[in-house]
Nanobody
Framework: QLQLVESGGGSVQPGGSLRLSCAASTFSLADYHIGWFRQAPGKEREGISA????????SYADSVKGRFTISRNNAKNTAYLQMNSLNPQDTGVYYCAAGQIGGLESSSYKSWGQGTQVTVSS
């Protein structure tokens, strides 16, 4: 069972920033594509960013393009999501996922973290 642990969530005011981390503990992150997803209250899970194994391919949902930056450090077995210019619509539970296909579709990923809450409110 692949184990992923997200951290870095919290409460922030509009316009603020957070950096989420996704750490792998039972496998080598370098062998997998990584996706970040979020689920807002009452809404379906949304793919917001993805990064390929070697960081060559990166994609973003339109809703976060220009504000969020995905990255990974395979030597540290960790992926990151830097989130800037946060607004209340970014509120939700954020998940990272690992898979062999990649992209922004949740069905492409087999292993998921437990999620970390992000709340943007004044």
């Amino acid at each position: 069972q692949l184990q992923l642990v997200e951290s870095g969530g919290g409460s922030v005011q509009p316009g603020g920033s957070l950096r989420l981390s996704c750490a792998a503990s039972t496998f080598s992150l370098a062998d997998y594509h990584i996706g970040w997803f979020r689920q807002a209250p009452g809404k379906e899970r949304e793919g917001i960013s993805a990064i390929s194994r070697s960081s060559v391919l990166i994609s973003y949902a339109d809703s976060v393009k220009g504000r969020f930056t995905i990255s990974r450090n395979n030597a540290k077995n960790t992926a990151y999501l830097q989130m800037n210019s946060l607004n209340p619509q970014d509120t939700g539970v954020y998940y990272c996922a690992a898979g062999q296909i990649g992209g922004l579709e949740s069905s492409s990923y087999k292993s998921w973290g437990q999620g970390t809450q992000v709340t943007v409110s004044s």
